[in-house]
């Protein structure tokens, strides 16, 4: 199927695939046409991995409370569990 041309408004526009006439285009301003559309993702768009990694959480290690980065931590637990015999740890 061969693409034509458009109305008297923009001569040089043509109108084909994914290119509807310009009086059938979304307008601008006006409330969507799809209300219920696709939805917006509630999670920010850019998470800095390193900041969340180093973030310090407390935890109690050798019966002391220590403020330790997260990822430091974590590993402190896993090693802990796998010494004494936690399959699931390692």
Do not use: C, W
């Amino acid at each position: 199927m061969k693409p034509f041309k458009s109305s008297k408004e923009h001569p040089d526009y043509e109108v084909g695939y994914k290119r509807p006439p310009r009086q059938h285009q979304f307008k601008k301003g006006q409330p969507s046409p799809n209300p219920k559309g696709r939805q917006r993702s509630l999670a920010p768009r850019s998470v800095d991995i390193t900041n969340v990694l180093l973030e310090p959480i407390s935890l109690k290690i050798q019966g002391r409370l220590r403020k330790q980065p997260y990822l430091i931590g974590y590993l402190q637990v896993v090693k802990d569990r796998a010494l004494r015999g936690d399959i699931r740890a390692g």
